[in-house]
């Protein structure tokens, strides 16, 4: 499986962006797909994930009634829209998959969990 992410930028806090991530190759078996982000310093951390059959969405507390993820199963492309961003989002966001049975349960929000990863897009939040 690979993964595309595109959508990074810079922005003002307060203001919005959505990430994409596509995903080609091996995705019959996509269980689900998440987004990560790593800040300068600091470890790869969970930000929001989303069950392919099904819709089940998870977020980071930092992030929700801010985040929203969703996917579009045809496109095979999950997207980020990030709102009222502020300047501790400034990060690297990388996007994820596991693969798997929905007949199981995975967990989404751990990042030795996730099979497949993305290049990063930078996205930084000026104050």
């Known amino acids: 499986v690979q993964l595309q992410a595109s959508g990074g930028g810079l922005v003002q806090a307060g203001g919005s962006l959505r990430l994409s991530c596509t995903a080609s190759g091996r995705t019959f078996s996509l269980y689900g797909m998440a987004w990560f982000r790593q800040a300068p310093g600091k470890e790869r951390e969970f930000v929001a994930g989303i069950r392919w059959i099904g819709g089940s969405t998870y977020y980071a507390d930092s992030v929700k009634g801010r985040f929203t993820i969703s996917r579009d199963n045809a496109k095979k492309t999950v997207y980020l829209q990030m709102n009222s961003l502020k300047p501790e989002d400034t990060a690297v966001y990388y996007c994820?998959?596991?693969?798997?049975?929905?007949?199981?349960?995975?967990?989404?929000?751990?990042?030795?969990?996730?099979?497949?990863w993305g290049k990063g897009t930078q996205v930084t939040v000026s104050s």
């Open positions: 994820a998959a596991r693969l798997g049975s929905s007949d199981y349960v995975f967990d989404l929000t751990s990042y030795y969990g996730m099979d497949y």
